[in-house]
């Protein structure tokens, strides 16, 4: 029904393109060199809601890191927590979802999507380790979804990563506690035509597990190559990333509390995984046209145990969950400008296409990481394209109206080992944005953004009648589902002193239905209902010494009643602040503090067990003397005893009833850990 609303939409800006080929050509999308340093850049004028932004390589430097997927923490009100092993996807909290493995923000680098649809562990998992912290050349990122060029898995928000294209000759060695270890290795080489980087990444790590050596082993390699053409500028990116650990996984308390095992302890000992990714992707930009491709080749293997022998009283709960799939895809915007009266006008026309080429995604039960049966595998051909359409109108010199609109259609293919289970399905949706911002003077910039988004569910759930095993009937699910979001917000900006944003927003949500990959089910919900209030602050004393404050409150609700069921969303946030102080000293002494505070959330809908909440303190001290640089990190200063994350349900040990424990699962913050780098530059 709306195809024809937003072809009228593409073809209205394209008749305003063959307009504007005669006019004055805007610059705002020029080839620039700029330094972006902290979150000192200004975006009054440039920005189109109150929580958006850009955080460049300077400030990621600044920050100490327990684990590579922290560097979305850089994005205010965003948690991000492990409850296993080092080298599985992270667990991400924003705006009062427990986005589990990356269901609801949807991530990009060098153009490349992070988030995996129908993922063996997940819908959305998004996997971090195969980025290298040093390498990002800035993270563009926005809550919400106001803009059409955000399409799945962006209900919440999107990240982009980019890539440096030139990097400092340095060798880096970092020696932790628990036999942590780092080298890396990175570097750019000038050619008469453009620019080579290369990099390496060499990570091992143990942990501080009583019963198990976490035993991770982590590789990532990277080329780059980057040169002018065509009066743009051209990309060639090779990424390589292969990682093997073992799990301690979340325990229940009670085990703890009886001293079955130690906070740090395991009840299966055999957990972890197996992960790859390897990847090649192209860019080319210049002044109106935005162009990438890639090919992904994505592998993992998982080992998990949650319920112990609560299903399974002989051989246990384990299970193993694969994937292995060969992503293909890009996108090509172009964009132009014109002025019509007095008012000037900027438009961009784009697609974005997908293809997840998934050989085998599987769920196996296992003993020792040995396979006993097939719960489910199947074989899923899943395809995408997208047309977005946005446009930016400069009313007045303080006003600026941006409409959007985007139509995205989704197919798949799905080849179950349960013929019942196979199956054909497809769906559309369209949706628009807009938003409204008033420049009030030259410091301050108010913003009114409503969108409408959606996240696509599991292929296998649309296809699905029965429950593997059970052999019980269901029905197939909504393959996208539509989220509508608002948000009122402020921005202030003062290049000298202080930065600070505000904004009021709320998300309803049709459906937070998802694919649960530890059991080959989905998993019904309701209808939802978020809102909430952000504020970002960051001040600079003086030339030496800075200080942000962040802070995040949300309130998450059902919109629609059940029976047996409570009002409370599970895993939901409700509170996150955050506080960091930074000292320079004239580039040879540089110290920060980080403080972040994890506020109790709901384990259940009847919001009857809640999780404690958490606080963790990490440090860093840097001196730099010529060609060295000397780092101490110190994370967990104050030896927190909180959990990283907490879960309620139930659970079965050996010799408890068979109906098992409703009980506490927890997985525990790693306790103070010291580690040391030495960089060289040459």
Known sequence: MHKPVILIFSVCSLFSYSKSL?????????????????????????SSSASEGIIGNAEILDRPLLRTGEILEFIPGMVVTQHSGSGKSNQYFLRGFNLDHGTDFSNFVDGMPVNMRSHGHGQGYTDLNFIIPEIISQIDYQKGTYLANSGDFSAAGTARFGLQNTTPNEISFTLGENAYQRVLAKGSLNTAQGNLLLASELQGYDGPWQDISEDTRKVNLLSRYSQRLENGQFALTVMAYDNSWNAADQVPQRAINDGLIDRFGSLDTTLGGESSRYSVSGSWLNDNWQANAYIIRSELDLWSNFTYFLSDPLNGDQFEQTDSRTIYGGEISRNWHQHVGSMAAEYVVGVQTRIDDIAEVGLYNTQARQRRNTVREDAVLQRSIGLFNQNTFTLTEQWLLHIGARYDVMRARVESNEEVNSGKSSEGIVSFKGGLSYQMSHNWQSYFNVGQGFHSNDARGTTATRVPQTDEAVEPVDFLVRSNGAELGIRYFDSVTFNASAALWYLDMDSELLYVGDAGTNEPSRASRRYGLEIAAYYWLNNRWSIDTELALTRSRFTEEAT?????????????????????????????????????????????????????????????????????????????????????????????AAEGIEDRHIHPMEPRTLRISATYAF
């Open 22 to 46: 005669q006019a004055d050509p805007l610059s705002s999308h020029a080839i620039e060199n700029i330094l972006i340093k902290g979150r000192q850049i200004d975006l009054l004028g440039h």
């Open 564 to 656: 047996d069921e409570g009002e409370y969303i599970d895993g939901s946030l409700p509170m996150v602040f955050s506080m960091g102080l930074i000292y320079k000293a004239d580039d040879v002494w540089q110290t920060s503090l980080r403080l972040r505070h994890f506020g109790k959330r709901t384990l259940d809908s009847f919001n009857e067990q809640r999780s404690a909440s958490s606080t963790v303190l990490n440090g860093n001290l840097k001196y730099n003397l010529s060609k060295w640089r000397v780092s101490i990190d110190l994370l967990n200063i104050l030896n927190s005893k909180a959990s990283d994350i907490e879960y309620f349900y139930a659970s079965r040990l050996n010799n408890e």
